[in-house]
């Protein structure tokens, strides 16, 4: 943990480094993606020593299916040498660590580089074996036309910007960050005349890292304070379960749940800060004008916390990889897609059996979620009031459902979480 955030404190220092003397205007496109490279092989080797050997090993299988598989099945053995080594690596923390989160785990940038690996796959099967009119209009968007350089693709996958936490970005959003053309596509999707400037702004954002820096320290705080005192382990203990009434142990659960939040608030805001100082994550500017640095977040906390459905809940924690999820499974399964694809999320965050009961449980909340909303939500809708109080009624329900659907996947055993169940 203290390699994790010495290493992302020191990307941040890098990232501003990165962009204010290695921009586009003052280095070349090689020059940046081997010095992104570079830094992101440093990274990993001094936060995994020899562990770090299986991300190189990934990496080079796969760059060599890309350039040796055929068009119309690149993506599918990309997914499967990817998932299978993932999974490999996941089981050996079951039957070697014993259940240990060590600080030689090195699944966590393994899990981020199965995502871009998948993701490359897909986009370039999409940009070259399949015709325009079969794609979706996202995935035209997305499409990769050319197998990318050897450079290209290290530096996609292991650069220090988001080795250690992510989050899993678009192949093309990526080399255009690195070509300069990142900030200067999105820009273009305004006309600024109209709103009175004579050239395109320059958006700098400093702003957006500070305030997501403030966010990261806020949740540093409650990580080493709510987090220590509300473990998810009291909610399975004797003297507790005995002497607790229902509600109160519904109540408690909340709190734990919320409690164990903080550590993933503040390690994906901050990898999210680093992508910015670098220049990247761009997304455009609104209505009023605002710039936005949003396009790499990772999680929405107002939306989070006010969620008023499970779908609602779900899409703004964890972004890039449901984003992931949508574009590799969703989007392409032949049938039951909503069932494939958390299925698909459950394998790839590992062989823990909580993370099973979790996702399995999550198809069952999200069909029974759907179904109320679509039959009971319309009754709701004629006055203020009855919006308001359907409203409260679904956020109660909504969260209690998330506690209820995520405790497995923080306990992650079958015995803590039968007990909890029942």
């Not at 092989?41 to 060599?64: D, K, Q, R, T």
């Not at 790499?296 to 964890?318: D, G, P, R, V």
């Not at 308001?388 to 979480?417: G, K, N, S």
Request: aromatic share 16%; proline share 4%; net charge positive.
């Amino acid at each position: 943990q203290i390699n994790f955030v010495a290493c992302q404190l020191f990307a941040l220092l890098a990232a501003f480094w990165f962009r204010i003397y290695l921009g586009p205007s003052h280095a070349s496109s090689a020059v940046r993606h081997a010095f992104a490279t570079l830094f992101g092989i440093y990274f990993a080797v001094f936060c995994f020593g020899w562990y770090s050997i299986h991300l190189f090993i990934l990496v080079m299988m796969n760059y060599g299916i890309m350039n040796m598989a055929s068009i119309p099945n690149i993506h599918r053995y990309s997914f499967v040498v990817a998932m299978g080594y993932l999974t490999l690596c996941h089981i050996s923390r079951i039957y070697i660590f014993h259940y240990g989160i060590l600080t030689t785990d090195f699944s966590g940038p393994l899990m981020i580089i199965t995502q871009k690996i998948t993701t490359l796959a897909c986009q370039l099967h999409d940009g070259i074996g399949r015709q325009a009119e079969e794609l979706t209009a996202e995935q035209n968007r997305l499409a990769v036309k050319s197998r990318p350089s050897l450079l290209e693709y290290l530096s996609y996958l292991l650069n220090f910007m988001s080795i250690i936490a992510g989050p899993c970005s678009n192949y093309k959003d990526y080399i255009a960050f690195i070509e300069g053309r990142h900030v200067h596509m999105k820009l273009l999707e305004v006309n600024w005349k109209q709103k009175g400037y004579d050239r395109l702004p320059d958006p700098s954002p400093t702003g957006a890292v500070m305030y997501k820096l403030c966010i990261t320290l806020v949740s540093l705080i409650l990580f080493l304070t709510l987090t220590k005192n509300f473990p998810m382990a009291y909610i399975i203990d004797n003297e507790f379960l005995d002497k607790t009434p229902f509600l109160s142990r519904l109540g408690y659960l909340y709190v734990v749940t919320q409690a164990a939040k903080p550590k993933y608030y503040f390690a994906w805001t901050l990898a999210d800060a680093v992508n910015n100082a670098a220049g990247y994550g761009f997304s455009g500017v609104d209505e009023r004008g605002t710039f936005h640095w949003d396009l790499l977040s990772n999680l929405n906390i107002w939306n989070i916390e006010t969620a008023t459905s499970f779908k609602m809940y779900i899409e703004n924690w964890n972004i890039q990889t449901a984003a992931w999820l949508k574009r590799v499974c969703y989007d392409r399964a032949p049938w039951y897609p909503t069932a494939l694809t958390f299925i698909l999320s459950a394998l790839w965050h590992g062989i823990y059996p909580g993370y099973y009961f979790t996702f399995l449980t999550g198809i069952l909340i999200t069909l029974a979620a759907r179904a109320i909303r679509n039959n009971f939500r319309h009754y709701f809708l004629s006055s203020v009031p009855l919006k308001i109080a359907y409203d409260v009624v679904t956020w109660v329900v909504t969260q209690l459902a998330v506690c209820y659907t995520v405790a497995p996947f923080v306990m992650l055993a079958v015995e803590p979480t039968i007990k909890f169940y029942k």
